[in-house]
Nanobody, 119 residues
Framework: QVQLVESGGGLVQTGGSLRLSCAAS????????MGWYRQAPGKQRELVAT???????NYADSVKGRFTISRDNAKNTVYLQMNSLKTEDTAVYYC?????????????WGQGTQVTVSS
């Protein structure tokens, strides 16, 4: 089991920046991938960015060039630096950890943190 605690959400104006943090209860050496997802009202949850244990990074097209995912293995924490925020970035942002064990994927989610971008 992995517990995840997100922080860093809030209200920001268009063009502003926020940094989200996600602290994991277990060492990243036992986690295969970490990711950020978001869900806006009335929409499905969507991938924002992922980072694997091998440091392979993937971004949604909508955030490329604006968002940066990174991690601190010593703190078991993954970050999402969000710059040039747009109103369409408004959503609840969730952190996810994936462990792969005996060929099966085990996904763990945080409780979410609200990001609101005002015009």
């Amino acid at each position: 089991q992995v517990q995840l605690v997100e922080s860093g959400g809030g209200l920001v104006q268009t063009g502003g920046s926020l940094r989200l943090s996600c602290a994991a209860s277990r060492s990243f050496f036992s986690i295969n991938a970490m990711g950020w997802y978001r869900q806006a009202p009335g929409k499905q949850r969507e991938l924002v960015a992922t980072i694997t244990s091998g440091n392979n990074i993937n971004y949604a097209d909508s955030v490329k060039g604006r968002f940066t995912i990174s991690r601190d293995n010593a703190k078991n924490t993954v970050y999402l630096q969000m710059n040039s925020l747009k109103t369409e970035d408004t959503a609840v942002y969730y952190c996810k950890a994936r462990q792969v064990h005996l060929g099966l994927d085990y996904d763990y989610w945080g409780q979410g943190t609200q990001v609101t971008v005002s015009s």
